[in-house]
């Protein structure tokens, strides 16, 4: 059985050092992004915002790590390194990311999903079943899923 938490999230955007970063709320439906996808995509892998700073807008979100070493994962307040190795490895706050987006993570609406009445699903059928789930596409949603698994892939890249 698996509990599928989500929580709905405006949109917050911040770039640049510390001391030039806006002041931005990190409350109930708030998602705060540091950088961009596209400068991510455009080569920009230094970081700029540490973990210290993003903590203090939220306690649940997604990014990657100064010079693309591993895949962020932040789960209860807890940063998380998942490197090329497939290891996940606890992080320090002086570390730095070059993209992230953190929300705090409240409830708005639980599912139980079991696969003795819902069956098993690959990760495209979780998709479709998250996405009809959801009130709009047009809005941000963060999904916590608790349950286990007997098997799960992580692609994370080699530090570049």
Same mark, same amino acid.
């Given at each position: ?15 640049? +050092? +510390?001391?030039?970063? +806006?002041?931005?709320?990190? @409350?109930? =439906?708030?998602?705060?992004q540091?950088? !961009?996808?596209s400068?991510?995509?455009? @080569?920009?892998?230094?970081?700029? !915002? !540490? ?6 807008? =939220? ?10 070493? @591993? ?5 209860? @307040? ?11 490895y606890l ?6 990311? *070059?993209?992230?987006?953190? !929300? ?14 819902? =069956?098993p699903?690959?990760?495209? $059928? ?8 959801? *009130? ?11 349950? $286990?698994?007997?098997?799960? $892939?992580?692609?994370? +890249?080699?530090?570049?």
């Amino acid at each position: 059985m698996a509990l599928i938490s989500s929580a709905t999230a405006a949109y917050a955007y911040t770039s640049g +050092p +510390p001391s030039q970063t +806006p002041q931005l709320s990190s @409350g109930h =439906g708030v998602l705060v992004q540091a950088s !961009t996808y596209s400068a991510l995509q455009a @080569g920009d892998y230094s970081g700029e !915002t !540490t973990l210290k700073e993003l903590r203090a807008h =939220g306690d649940f979100g997604l990014g990657t790590f100064d010079a693309l070493d @591993g895949e962020m994962a932040l789960l209860n @307040g807890t940063f998380y390194q998942i490197k090329s190795d497939g290891n996940a490895y606890l992080d320090n706050d002086s570390m730095k990311t *070059p993209f992230a987006d953190v !929300t705090s993570f409240e409830v708005d609406r639980q599912l139980v999903f079991s696969e003795a009445s819902n =069956g098993p699903l690959n990760y495209f $059928e979780l998709q479709n079943y998250l996405d009809q789930q959801l *009130p709009t596409k047009n809005i941000f949603c963060a999904v916590k899923i608790t349950g $286990e698994c007997s098997y799960l $892939e992580v692609r994370s +890249p080699q530090s570049r």
